[in-house]
């Protein structure tokens, strides 16, 4: 979700908001997986991991081009 605040004709303000649900992953890592930093005399890691993320955003717009741009008419006779 979001919103934008026009202050000006050439500027303006947005804020964002975001939250991203994630499946909760388990975890399952022992000696046979692979992971060359794993220790087998420590035994395995087992367990879940609840997983979310939230994402909050805010800029300032400054437009410095030409805002209405004036159309040309081609000539006509």
Do not use: C, Q
């Not at 026009?6 to 975890?27: C, E, G, I, Q, S």
């Not at 979310?52 to 800029?59: I, M, Q």
Request: no cysteine; aromatic share 12%.
């Amino acid at each position: 979700m979001g919103l934008s605040w026009k202050v000006a004709p050439f500027m303006r303000f947005d804020l964002a908001y975001t939250h991203l649900w994630v499946k909760d992953p388990n975890v399952n890592i022992t000696a046979a997986s692979g992971n060359p930093s794993f220790s087998a005399s420590s035994g395995p890691y087992v367990g879940t991991v609840s997983a979310h993320s939230d994402l909050f955003s805010a800029s300032a717009v400054i437009r410095f081009d030409d805002l209405e741009p004036s159309v040309k008419k081609p000539f006509m006779k």
